[in-house]
């Protein structure tokens, strides 16, 4: 998920919290989901370290804390105003941090004022005595971490959230600060990896738009045409289109009113791979779906948890891939660290690595020859003629994505840092002996060979070739109401203070000295568009100049429905009085591809009195995602082996339940589940907590025959997406799993 500024992933990394005062863990719960950072947080702890967790249940993490919240779900936003109406009126906040680096930071102070200590209690449950006391506690520390994951994402606000944090962060003075930052723990191994190399619908690898300028970029590092690639397009205007997400998809095949986002046809084809499936909300219709295309392709190590759900008996494919032990490559961390990974073992019987499924796909579909090109072109530049994989696609990555600054991560580099963890230091990720300077993993920016990687975002104090760097400009130099967006500070030993992004044009005007050869080489690019040398990039280096610029961070987003975030109250709100109040957004039209409802669905009916009761879901520490490899692992079966549903025991004797009961969960699309009742305080009174770990299980009817023999797990549950409530993210359309109502009975 970008943060503000545009990028994704932590500011700062897990070793860097050993230098926090205070962490404030809102929306995860790493003790079950990144119980390795956890190890760093609890070391945080014994150092003198507060460690406060809000969250809608009492989580393990929760039991670790020095202090524990519990807020309703979907309301972070109005804490964190409720927090900065108390930092403001007592002027607890960085002023001068504010007036250097932030843009539009009085927009957000006016907002506060709105939430008064009373009003943010109201809609959050947090009583007023307690939002004094974390706002002047996390005021006070110098530094502080915040810490998010899936609890802030997962809403129809979820990318306002996103901002909330570092804003308050900003006010705090907390950002480019070692300890400090926003340190959002990522999902699986390699999601960072993913997300920098677009397995996203809305963007080209590196975060590049999908603009003529970056598909002309990536043509070159491609070594194909781009009217070749225009060609596989309908159309100019669909080649530069947002794709369907994973959770938009199946709206593009059941409902015809969508085709028309879709070049004008229906969806007839699926291909799944890597994605349990399982875990998108709305299962039933995702079913529904899968069984109305034309073709469906699973690769997957297992057989994937979607493909048993199905009831069609034709042109449905599972092909078995390899794991990621009979694969090599590089994975990023969730601090952009990348790290080299190698084969363990050779793949298994039939199984085809990933890559190996996909050439097979090129050639049948008639390109294998332009989906490889640029591989040779990379081996032939080491004197080869054969590609080796994935060292020469490593260098493909590296070298056309510099919007981020990878192109300094040779796939050489990467393996001479995996070939020595024990010369890096744990908690600075500093290198010893051949690797001084240089941090572990390269963590991007990284911008040249010669450039050590950046341990922590937006640190202007030391100079670029130590990883400094100010917020990046990406929004012009002057903002719409006349603003400038360029920073005050200059960089230690930089040629100018604020800037903007580093081109040819602008270079000599801010101290960059190129020669009259080099400057024909680097003519009409930018930093982020080079190809064939870094040369503009490197000249940058030495005028001590950050290529992507020296700017302002904007807590005010101009061209957004909301420039700034607000609470809305989620569209299923266990507060129906309060959705008129703060409404949720308008209806959005062809948003990736599917017209999705908000305001209109959040108004249908009142959603509360029929479904009183709030539903939220997570994880157990052993299963894995929808659990399709961990249910298939005997003993984490044992450990974690039945589908769950936390019920508070005073709701529990209101409807009749004890302990161990099997019940139904209605939820608001009209589908059930048939789980077993754990009574638990974990939760409040009001809401029900569900593992989203297990499928298998379809509103009570046991798919264990489905499975192709020796391949059904262990263990098997209803899937918590059976019963999620509609409610898609309004910038990224990440399903609302952590938001919505439900009903239930005794079975
Ligand atoms: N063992 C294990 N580890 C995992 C995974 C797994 O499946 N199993 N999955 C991996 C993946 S893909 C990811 S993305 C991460 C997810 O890691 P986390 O985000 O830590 O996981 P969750 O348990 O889904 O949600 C975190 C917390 O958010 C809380 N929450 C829900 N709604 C709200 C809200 O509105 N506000 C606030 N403040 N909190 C809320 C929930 O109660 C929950 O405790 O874990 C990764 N690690
Ligand atoms: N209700 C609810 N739903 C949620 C969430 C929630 O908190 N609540 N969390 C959401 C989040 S954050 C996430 S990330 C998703 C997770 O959802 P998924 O990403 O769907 O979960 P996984 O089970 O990890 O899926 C990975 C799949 O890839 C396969 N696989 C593993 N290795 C390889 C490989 O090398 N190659 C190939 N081709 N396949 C491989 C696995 O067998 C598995 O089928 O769930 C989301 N859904
Ligand atoms: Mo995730």
New binding site residues.
Partial sequence: MANTFGFGGMTNHIGDMMFSKYIFIIGANPAVNHPVSMVHILRAKEAGAKIVVVDPRFTKTGAKADEYYRIRSGTDIALIYGMLNHIIKNNLYDKKFLEDRVYGYEEIIKEAMRYTLEEASDITGIPVKDIIHIAEEMAAAKPASLIWN?GL??HTTGTSNTRIMPILQMFLGNMGKNGGGVNILR??DN?QGSSDMAANPDVLPGYYNLSETSWRHFAKHWYVEYDWLLSRFKDKKMMETKGYAHSTWKFGVLDEENFQNNGGTKLRALVV?????????LLDLQKKAMDKLDLVVF????V??LAIYSERDNNLFVLP????ME?SGSVAATNRSYQWRSKVMEPLFECKE?QE?LFELAKRLGFLEQFQRSLYENAKKEGRSEFIWPEDATTELTQSVRSIGLQGMSYKRLKAHQENWHMFDKVTLEGKGPFKGEYYGLPWPCWSDKHPGTPVFYNDSIPVMRGGMGFRVNWGDVSPDGQSMLSPHRLPNASVAGHSPISAANAESLGIKLTKEEQKQVEGTTYALGFGNNILVERALEAGLCPYGNGKARAVVWNWYDKIPLHREPIHSVRGDLVNKYPNFPDKPNHYRANIKYRSRQIEKNWVSEFPINML???LVAH??????TRSAKYLAEVEGEMFVEIHPDKAYELGINDGDMVWVYGTMGTRALIKAKLSYRVDANSIW?P?NFSGLEQGKNLLDKYPQGTAPYAIGES??MI?SYGYDYNTAC?E??CGLCRIEKA
């Fill in positions: 899936q994402t997962q999902g699986h999601v791979i890597g994605s349990g499936m399982t875990s998108v909300s690769v997957d190590p297992y994937n948890d891939a390899a794991s990621q694969s990933d499924v879901s997570g994880r894995m995602g929808t659990g399709t490899e569900m989203q918590a997406n999620s399903p799993t952590k």
